[in-house]
């Protein structure tokens, strides 16, 4: 669900519009009268060719840790993101912060960065780096930013060039999916037996070297 002014940032409406809209829309209530808005609710207004379609936001920063024990790790993410969008003088409409493995595509944070993207066309992505949308099919958000004319800045783009290997970039994609399903499947219980064969396969990948291996994924 959206809070009053998610929605106005979502659909370009002010919160005054909104609230006239009442009667057409019907949003939800919480227990505090405060109105709250879904994705049926954006549809209609959708249909109604309600939707403010020029208003076209300047920067969505996008910031993501694995776990919740890595909340000072988030902030600082964001903060570094700001401070770059601020020195390349972009000023930045929308933060989005999620917790979650980068091999899980079932984000809130995502799943609202794509609306965005797709409905607002914003005119720069800033990211930390590229596994901190995804660390499986970069290359669709590169295709969906292309589509919408967005412009995605990634602040240590620089650092992930070096010595890329296709060949081992396929390989650990497949690990990683192996890893998700596995867990999803027996659980925490299984962890030090999935890891152990994930060790195991990219220790067959010629010259692989998991130095820097994904310390944020533990908890798939």
Sequence with gaps: MYTLEEF?????LSKDTLRQYDKILQPYRTPGGHRRYTDEHLAKLYQLNMINKDHKIQAVVYARVSTKSQLKDL????????????????MVDE???DIGSSINFSRPGLEKLIRLLLMRKPEYLIVATRDRLTRIGFEIFEQICKTTGTKLLILY?????DDYDPVK???????????????????QRSYKKIKQLENEVLKNVPDFDDSNQRKEETNS
Aim: glycine share 6%; no cysteine.
């Design 8 to 12: 106005s940032k979502l659909t370009g």
């Design 75 to 90: 902030k600082r993410q964001v903060e570094a993101l700001l401070s770059f969008a601020s020195s390349k003088g972009i």
């Design 95 to 97: 933060i989005i912060q």
């Design 157 to 161: 783009d620089d650092l992930q060039a």
């Design 169 to 187: 970039k396929t390989v650990e994609e497949l690990v990683h999916i192996v890893h998700l399903y596995a867990m999803k499947l027996y659980g």
